[in-house]
């Protein structure tokens, strides 16, 4: 009532299970030589509605600043990194973050997410980091009931580009696919001209599963070295996973983002449990380029709210109730470090209810 649509306030175990997953990450990319970057929670709309990014500006929370520019809460990580790291030189290539991203959509206008961005390293072994980052991350909280989701956007770029489709039918065609829409996809395309493109692209939104659909289209397109290169780089991946002992990997050639700024490999995770989405990335080089520079970049965010739900959590505490008075206050606060596990709180008055591991009171500041 007191709260605008989607704000929520947050209580109790919850957020030690959300420290949890946060103080995790940080421990593991860490280890990993990752830096810490932090961006501004206040930035101008531009940053992420230039076409390089595509965000729509109805989804930002947005308001005009005195000199009437639009300003908006941190709408995404990524792209607030890439805005600060072009100001800076540097060659620092790891870097990590923590925090809420702010877009209005079905589940509120405030997640919380960890990532990291990864620039200026080689193609593979970019992409390699980020997935290994991904899998200790997630065998660190505990979690082994996941699937990850390989896709390339130079499957659909390469599909499409003879359709000369103008931006707005683009942007149709990408949701529709997003949508699994087989219908309107081939609608789609085939009014711009070509059903045997439309045919191609209804095919692509079957083409997930395992190995097996890489070898398909290999087949399919043995005459394509463009797409082949795909296949070849996706079998990479997929095999030096499954030598990390990652076994559920697949491919779907058919997926599709929103973001406009991915340009490469795309990868998702999936916890098994929930089907939910608990991790997102994929290359970006795309993004660097409206800074007119040529930089390999490639990051993946965990989305917290969703491993928070999913962990376990820390075990229960001893629970531990020190009765004093105001005259052994003092005395019973000098005693909390005989607890250094346990969770204590001090009284004035014998607690009713047995809600307590251990009771121990103070007379004269002497222990009964
Ligand atoms: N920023 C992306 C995730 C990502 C990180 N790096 C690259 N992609 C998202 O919020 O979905």
Not at 138 to 151: A, M, N, T
Not at 230 to 250: A, F, M, P, R
Not at 298 to 318: C, E, N, P, W
Not at 325 to 338: L, N
Request: charged content about 25%.
């Amino acid at each position: 009532m007191f709260l605008p649509a989607g704000s929520q306030d947050q209580i109790g175990e919850k957020l030690n299970d959300q420290a949890k997953v946060n103080q995790i990450f940080r421990n593991v990319v860490r280890r990993r030589n990752y830096v810490a970057i932090e961006t501004p929670v206040v930035e101008y709309a531009q940053t992420f509605t230039n076409p390089s990014v595509g965000m729509e500006a109805n989804k930002l929370l947005k308001w005009f600043d005195g000199e009437g520019e639009i300003e908006v809460l941190r709408a995404d990580w990524t792209t607030a990194i890439a805005r600060a790291l072009m100001t800076k030189e540097t060659t620092q290539s790891k870097w990590f973050y923590q925090g809420s991203v702010f877009q209005k959509n079905e589940s509120g206008i405030e997640s919380q997410q960890a990532g990291i961005e990864i620039i200026l390293m080689d193609v593979l072994l970019g992409e390699m980091e980020t997935l290994f980052t991904a899998v200790d991350v997630l065998k660190e909280l505990s979690i082994q009931d996941y699937l990850i989701e390989l896709g390339h956007t130079g499957i659909f770029d390469y599909l499409i580009e003879p359709l000369l489709l103008n931006q707005a039918d683009e942007e149709k065609l990408r949701s529709a696919m997003d949508e699994k829409n087989e219908d309107l996809v081939y609608r789609i395309a085939s009014a711009n001209g070509n059903d045997q493109i439309a045919n191609q692209l209804v095919g692509l939104i079957q083409a997930y599963g395992g190995r097996d659909i890489l070898a398909d289209y290999r087949n399919k397109w043995q005459a394509n070295p463009e797409l082949l290169a795909i296949i070849d780089h996706l079998e990479k991946l997929i095999t030096s996973l499954k030598e990390l002992g990652v076994d559920d990997v697949i491919v779907d050639l058919g997926s599709v983002r929103q973001l406009r700024y991915y340009s490469g490999t795309m990868f998702s995770g999936y916890l098994k449990q929930t089907g939910d989405i608990c991790f997102s990335g994929g290359r970006y080089d795309r993004l660097y380029n409206q800074f007119e520079k040529n930089i390999s970049a490639v990051g993946l965010a965990f989305y917290v709210d969703v491993l928070t739900k999913i962990i376990k959590s820390d075990r229960k505490k001893r629970l531990v109730c020190i009765v004093a008075s105001p005259e052994t206050h003092v005395k019973a606060e000098q005693m909390r470090s005989e607890f250094p596990d346990a969770q204590v709180d001090i009284v004035y008055q014998q607690p009713t209810e047995n809600q307590y591991d251990e009771i121990i009171n103070l007379v004269d500041g002497v222990r009964l």
